[in-house]
């Protein structure tokens, strides 16, 4: 197994290019189960999940090329078959293909993930959608076994809590029901507005994009799309934070600034000097300033709210911060696995139910430790801390950081950090 040392505080400066987004390339490459033909997606990272459900949609038929970023999936020969436990184990997203086996095959069997690092994360809002369009759905051997006796009917759907992969489920499964599908509470990340942009170009009539009520038009056939991924903003926001936390200047390039309002704004609180322009977001924060960090609160909420995937990091950029913050974490309630690790790395965090108080170390910052990664998140987040932390950071199991962040050590060696991986 793999480590990362970090040789930390030295600050970034220079630019680093974002990759495609792993939460949009997930549904968008099952979605590509929908229709047969030659799929075309672009800008798709080459992650350890997207390998994942490529090797899934591979065990149901379908062949793929990659060049480079650009991505021809083949779904012609795709046939119905079970998504085994192996694999849902390893990504839980797996069950993203649920929806479209359901919509062209009308029936889908796939396992039902465990609960997880972040919390239990059940897809009872997924179930009972699909229950909506006429779908049995039974629970056998860890299995959710689902079988609609005839054509899916497009019914509406209402979720407690909108639900970004549920969205997404329903969304495809409704694109081929009879009839029109009217989801309310949907969820509004701009991933789901990715997978609406290929649907509605494999000829699917979708409107409401973006809101919180999403309505479709089922059609009864769909072609192969052509289509672009978006960035990713979390890692766009990852690295913001990391440079904020360093000190420096770097200039995040092919982002989406738009897609990180809240991220941007809290940065802009916490006394960080942010550039936009169309699709690039320079962020300044001089070595000297430290000290003016400010500690801001935050509150991670669905989308456009505070993203729960940039929650650990910016605990660590408020660990070096001037003062008290509170951290509300209000999607997952598992959430904080983070925190022991950084107080290893000297970060004062105290955490209660759904808050965690961080008391800003100020210039005493943050010093090296050997920690260890729990989630694609939090590991991000020890990265962070590693960067601006004095002296030597080791993180272990960094498998986790290689499911989301396509060549992390090249992009932060590329703006100054000295980081590099070993062997355990
Ligand atoms: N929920 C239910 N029942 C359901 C579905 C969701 O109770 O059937 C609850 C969840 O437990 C959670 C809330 O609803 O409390 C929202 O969860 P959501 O369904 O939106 O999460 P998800 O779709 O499983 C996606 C991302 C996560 C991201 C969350 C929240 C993908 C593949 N995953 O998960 O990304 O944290 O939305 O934004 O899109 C990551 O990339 O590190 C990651 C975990």
Not at 374 to 383: E, F, I, K, P, Q
Request: hydrophobic residues 40%; neutral net charge; aromatic residues 4%.
């Amino acid at each position: 197994m793999e480590k990362l040392v970090i040789e930390g505080g030295v600050p970034l400066y220079g630019e680093i290019g974002i990759s495609g987004a792993k939460n949009a390339a997930l549904p968008l490459i099952a979605a590509t189960l929908l229709s047969g033909g030659v799929h075309t997606l672009r800008n798709v990272p080459d992650l350890r999940d997207t390998r994942t459900i490529l090797k899934l949609i591979s065990e149901l038929g379908a062949t793929w090329q990659r060049e480079g970023t650009v991505l021809q999936i083949d779904t012609t020969s795709v046939e119905y078959g079970e998504v085994s436990y192996d694999l849902v184990k390893t990504m839980r997203a797996s069950v993203l293909v649920l929806g479209p086996m359901l919509a062209r095959f009308g029936k889908a069997r796939v396992s039902l993930p465990g609960g997880c690092a972040i919390g239990e994360r059940p897809i009872n809002f997924h179930i009972t959608g699909f229950e909506r369009f006429g779908v049995q759905c039974k629970l056998e051997e860890g299995y959710v076994e689902a079988i609609a006796e005839q054509r899916l009917r497009g019914n509406s759907v209402y979720f407690d809590i909108p639900s970004v992969t549920g969205t997404e489920n329903i969304l495809m499964a409704a694109v081929l029901a009879k009839g029109k599908t009217t989801i309310k509470n949907a969820a509004r990340e701009p991933e789901i507005g990715n997978l609406i942009e290929m649907l509605v170009k494999m000829g699917a009539k979708i409107s409401g994009g973006g809101s919180d009520q999403i309505t479709v038009e089922g059609v009864d056939s769909l072609v192969a799309a052509d289509v672009e991924i978006i960035p990713d903003r979390i890692e766009t926001g990852t690295y913001l934070i990391a440079a904020g936390a360093t000190g420096g200047e770097v200039t995040v390039t092919h982002c989406n600034p738009d897609h990180l309002p809240a991220l941007l704004e809290k940065l802009k609180t916490a006394g960080l000097q942010i550039g936009i322009e169309s699709d690039s977001i320079t962020i300044i924060s001089p070595t000297k300033n430290r000290k003016k960090l400010q500690s801001v609160d935050i509150k991670t909420m669905p989308y456009p709210g505070y993203p729960t995937d940039l929650q650990a990091q910016f605990m660590a950029l408020m660990a070096l911060s001037n003062s008290i913050c509170v951290v509300n974490e209000t999607i997952f309630e598992n959430r904080f696995m983070h925190v022991a690790e950084l107080r290893r790395m000297g970060a004062e965090i105290k955490t209660g139910g759904k808050s965690a108080v961080v008391t800003g170390r100020g210039e005493k910052g943050l010093s090296g430790a050997r920690v260890m990664a729990t989630d694609l998140r939090a590991s991000s987040s020890l990265v962070v801390a590693g960067l601006a932390a004095s002296g030597r950071t080791e993180i272990s199991r960094i498998y986790h950081l290689e499911r989301g962040y396509e060549n992390l050590v090249g992009k932060l060696t590329g703006v100054g950090a000295r980081v590099w991986k070993e062997q355990e």
